[in-house]
């Protein structure tokens, strides 16, 4: 969410080089290829990236694999080390090809300070095994630079490792939770880095404090990124540079323009999937999304049972609310209406009879309680999910666990969670930030769901081709807040209700 109260704060800029000492920084390493930041992707079928962020820029950056801790026999590499001007790390990413769907393997960083851990590959597209993947958005950094809550420490598991005093209920939840879940997708608003000003102790900080925000958060984030893939797209905090009046020309570089944002992430995120099916129509649809994403921005991916599309709500479509010219002043990424054709082609390219699901996920809402409703996000995507019959749409940026029953032009589907024609759609933008909860009213008639008393998250879990389990979990205790079953028959292999 964008706060709307701005203070100003002109002078900011001129003072950063003066007050280095009060942004918390963490620690650099002695051993600079100490790996940092653990992020894992899907970026195609039968592979996984692995990304990290070192203090100093890699020459060849190399990952040990293989399926037993004790012999990491393989080995991949790349030259991929990036940074931009603002930073002090170096994102790093090497992609692992060639490796079984839905199998555990060990893998290690390779530099002088590494442990293995592991993660397990993405399941190829029509494997009908039940799982569980986890949604959330807008999840900010948690310490002194970021909100804290008087949690309870002996509520929290010590693997992977989620320091106790960070009170970080959404991370330590993921962490104690991690066998309960395949993967995560966080549709955007990532750290709140942008949020310096908002802890008074920042002020003058300038592009120190933007630094140690978003080093601290993904440092806090890597035990639950490093062993899940975690999905991104963006939102309107990787491109903030106006919240508290802090004006574009004196903004960090990592703050503006999603830069940050595309260094860690656009390496590893997948561009569309080929097609799974026979389908002639279907696979020059996959072909031709897959030649019209613009990863991290957006792209799809398969998994098992399910297709799923995320989607940019910041750029790229008519009246999209960070465009070139706006207050965010960001974009565009691709050419005009090519995010929109990358949507009907990657809809129109699903076999249901392969992956009976679709989810698309964003970061602005159109359906949501109290204020913060994207109205031209509506007008640009609405009618495209709609017609390719989208199962569940989740969205973030409004700082609450919603539900929506099925609905279309803000009309309810008669039909409700039995076989509707409409998407179901969720807004899970309440895993918790600096700005803290959003009101969850005026509500609509269709609005079945609306919490914001503490943070949380969305799971689905695919039982089979008919039955998908929305629950929001609470981050305090793990425990279900609410719990929908959607029935859809998906009995046509192509769906277009145009
Ligand atoms: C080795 O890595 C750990 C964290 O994984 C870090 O705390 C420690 O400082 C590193 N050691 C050196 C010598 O850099
Ligand atoms: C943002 O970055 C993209 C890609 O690098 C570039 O094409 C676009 O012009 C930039 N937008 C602005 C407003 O600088
Ligand atoms: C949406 O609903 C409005 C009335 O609320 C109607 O005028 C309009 O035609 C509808 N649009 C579509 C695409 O069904
Ligand atoms: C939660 O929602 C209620 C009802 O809309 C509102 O009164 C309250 O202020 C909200 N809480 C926060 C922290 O925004
Ligand atoms: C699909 O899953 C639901 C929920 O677990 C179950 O009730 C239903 O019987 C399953 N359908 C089939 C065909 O197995
Ligand atoms: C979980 O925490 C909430 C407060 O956030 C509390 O109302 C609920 O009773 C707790 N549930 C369990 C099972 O401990």
């Not at 790996?35 to 060849?60: C, D, F």
Request: glycine share 8%; aromatic share 12%; proline share 6%.
């Amino acid at each position: 969410m964008l706060i709307s109260s701005f203070v100003t704060l002109s002078l900011l800029a001129s003072q950063a080089s003066l007050a280095l000492a009060k942004a918390n920084l963490p620690p650099i390493p002695a051993d600079k290829s100490t790996p940092i930041h653990q992020r894992l992707s899907l970026t195609a079928p039968q592979t996984i990236s692995v990304a990290w962020n070192t203090y100093e820029k890699l020459a060849k950056p190399c990952v040990q694999y293989g399926e037993s801790e004790s012999s990491l026999t393989q080995t991949a590499c790349s030259t991929s080390s990036v940074t931009y001007k603002t930073s002090r790390t170096w994102a790093n990413s090497v992609r692992i090809d060639g490796l079984k769907p839905a199998t555990k393997y060990y893998y290690k960083i390779v530099s002088t300070n590494s442990t293995a851990d592991f993660f397990q590959t993405g399941r190829e597209a029509g494997d009908m095994t039940p799982f569980t993947m986890v949604t959330l958005a807008d999840l900010g950094v948690v310490g002194p630079d970021g909100y804290t809550l008087n949690g309870d420490a002996s509520k929290r598991d010590t693997i992977p490792q989620v320091d106790p005093s960070l009170e970080h209920t959404t991370i330590s939840q993921l962490a104690k939770s991690v066998a309960d879940y395949e993967f995560i997708i966080h549709p955007g608003d990532l750290a709140y880095a942008d949020d310096w000003q908002e802890k008074t102790h920042n002020q003058g900080d300038g592009q120190n404090a933007y630094e140690a925000i978003i080093e601290q958060f993904y440092d806090q984030l890597a035990p639950v990124s490093g062993r899940k893939p975690y999905m991104v797209s963006p939102g309107n905090h990787e491109a903030d540079c106006i919240e508290g009046g802090y004006k574009l020309g004196v903004c960090p570089q990592g703050q503006y323009n999603f830069t940050d944002f595309m260094n860690r992430f656009g390496a590893i995120s997948p561009a569309a999937y080929p097609s799974s099916s026979q389908n002639a129509a279907a696979i020059a649809n996959a072909k031709k999304a897959r030649s019209l994403a613009v990863p991290p921005f957006w792209f799809s991916f398969d998994y098992g049972q399910v297709h799923i599309a995320m989607i940019d709500t910041e750029t790229d479509f008519t009246n999209s609310p960070d465009g070139p010219g706006t207050t965010l002043d960001a974009g565009n990424f691709g050419s005009v209406g090519q995010q929109m054709a990358f949507l009907e082609a990657d809809l129109a390219s699903v076999d249901r009879s392969v992956t009976p699901w679709v989810i698309v996920a964003g970061h602005r809402p159109w359906y949501t309680a109290g204020s913060g409703a994207c109205k031209p996000c509506q007008a640009a995507f609405e009618k495209t999910l709609y017609k390719y019959g989208v199962d569940l749409a989740a969205f973030g940026h409004v700082h609450n666990l919603q539900r929506y029953a099925p609905v279309y032009n803000n009309t309810a589907d008669a039909a409700g969670y039995n076989n509707p024609k409409a998407p179901m759609y969720v807004v899970i933008g309440g895993a918790g930030n600096i700005e803290g909860h959003s009101s969850i009213t005026p509500r609509q008639s269709y609005n079945e769901f609306a919490y914001n008393d503490s943070f949380g998250y969305g799971t689905l879990t695919f039982h089979n081709r008919t039955h998908l389990e929305v629950k929001f979990i609470n981050s305090v205790n793990g425990s279900v807040l609410d719990q929908s079953m959607l029935y859809k028959e998906h009995k046509d292999n192509f769906v277009n209700q145009s």
